[in-house]
Nanobody
Framework: QVQLVESGGGLVQAGGSLRLSCAASGSTFSLLAMGWYRQTPGSQRELVATISQGGSTNYPDSMKGRFTISRDNAENTMYLQMNSLKPEDTAVYIC??????????????WGQGTQVTVSS
């Protein structure tokens, strides 16, 4: 089974930065397309960014500029660098991965999520 474990969330003041990590196990990491979603209580899950098996990245227009997705295949880990954080970025950030097409979202496997709270 593919297991995804997020870390790096926490409390940060507006304008600050965080780097989230997602460690994957149970599969060849280089074969996984990966991404980040976020969700607030009572809201629908929102796509943050994706990264392909080949390292290509994609961001919704609303997410461009402050967030950067990356991966380190040697460490079986994906990252999300978040800068200039705003209170509206407060959410549970969830790791997503799959073996299928990079263009079919969401991917097959989900992590439990890590809480990010941005104070004003």
């Amino acid at each position: 089974q593919v297991q995804l474990v997020e870390s790096g969330g926490g409390l940060v003041q507006a304008g600050g930065s965080l780097r989230l990590s997602c460690a994957a196990s149970g599969s060849t990491f280089s074969l996984l397309a990966m991404g980040w979603y976020r969700q607030t209580p009572g809201s629908q899950r929102e796509l943050v960014a994706t990264i392909s098996q080949g390292g290509s990245t994609n961001y919704p227009d609303s997410m461009k500029g402050r967030f950067t997705i990356s991966r380190d295949n040697a460490e079986n880990t994906m990252y999300l660098q978040m800068n200039s954080l705003k209170p509206e970025d407060t959410a549970v950030y969830i790791c997503n991965a799959g073996h299928g097409s990079y263009h079919v979202l969401p991917f097959q496997y989900w992590g439990q999520g890590t809480q990010v709270t941005v104070s004003s």
